[in-house]
C-alpha cells in the first residue's frame, strides 16, 4: 500500500527476507505470495496480505517455492 517500503535482501545460503516498514503512519499492507516466517518470533505467516500498524514493521523470511 502507499506509504509502506519493502526492502529485501538475500542472505548467505539463499535464503530470502524482506523488511517491510510503514511510513506514513496510516498502516499498511504487503502481500506474501508464497507465506513464511516472522525472522524475529518465528511464528509461520500464510500466503496473503500481511497487515502493518501504524509504523509499524515486519521481517520476514519468505518459505522456499
Known amino acids: 500500500t502507499p506509504g509502506t ?3 529485501p535482501r ?3 545460503g539463499g535464503a530470502r527476507y524482506f523488511v517491510a516498514v510503514n511510513l506514513d503512519g496510516k ?3 504487503v502481500v506474501l505470495p508464497h507465506g513464511g516466517t516472522d525472522a524475529c518470533t518465528r511464528t509461520a505467516l500464510p500466503a496473503g496480505e500481511l497487515e502493518l500498524t501504524a509504523y509499524g514493521w ?3 523470511r519468505e518459505s522456499a517455492r
Request: aromatic fraction near 0%; charge should be positive.
Open 5 to 7: 517500503l519493502v526492502c
Open 27 to 29: 498502516g499498511g499492507r
Open 10 to 12: 538475500v542472505a548467505e
Open 58 to 60: 515486519r521481517a520476514v
